[in-house]
């Protein structure tokens, strides 16, 4: 099976470096440390404390296998491979709701960092996927759950 390539913006990259690290150095040592002491409470067949600290355990483990996989399969977009001409990743996008009036930036990521609460949408997302290769003046159409929704760009920075 081949694994699916992970877009990482630099900071992208940067904040999964930290993260990783983060779960290797202090979560999985404060739950080895939670386990070690639910066993000293005696019989662990009927000791929530301990269940609980096995989950998170496992828990743990799964996200930095994951972590580890998306590091492996990161492509990071260099600075440099960004442009102003059409929406790429990385493009930071301003974009007039045709409908409202209102204006809006999002900044296109790969999966692995969109924040829609930082309007940080993926390229894979509906609207991300429509704006991906268009250019300033482009009048962008997308079916989203709630509708259609209809935008002109306005800019495209970095």
């Known amino acids: 099976m081949v694994e699916k390539e992970v ?5 992208g990259l940067k904040k999964l470096e930290q993260e990783l690290e983060y779960y290797k150095s202090v979560k999985r040592r404060e739950v080895a440390e939670r386990i070690k002491e639910a066993i000293e409470f005696g019989d662990i067949s009927e000791n929530s404390e301990y269940e609980d600290a096995k989950n998170e355990q496992a828990m743990i483990e ?5 972590l580890e996989k998306m590091l492996r399969n990161a492509r990071v977009i260099d600075e440099g491979d960004i442009h102003t001409e059409d929406v790429s990743v990385g493009s930071i996008v301003h974009l ?3 409908e409202t009036g209102d204006e809006i930036d999002y900044t296109i990521v790969g999966s692995a960092e969109a924040d829609p609460a930082k309007n940080k949408i993926s390229n894979e997302s509906p609207v991300g996927k429509a704006l991906i290769g ?4 482009s009048i962008v159409e997308v079916m989203v759950p709630a509708g259609k929704l209809s935008y002109q760009i306005m800019n ?3």
Do not use: E
């Not at 268009?134 to 003046?137: A, D, L, N, Q």
């Open 7 to 11: 877009i990482l913006t630099l900071d």
């Open 62 to 66: 799964g996200r930095i296998l994951t």
């Open 156 to 158: 495209i920075r970095k």
């Open 96 to 98: 007039k709701d045709l």
């Open 134 to 137: 268009k250019t300033v003046g």
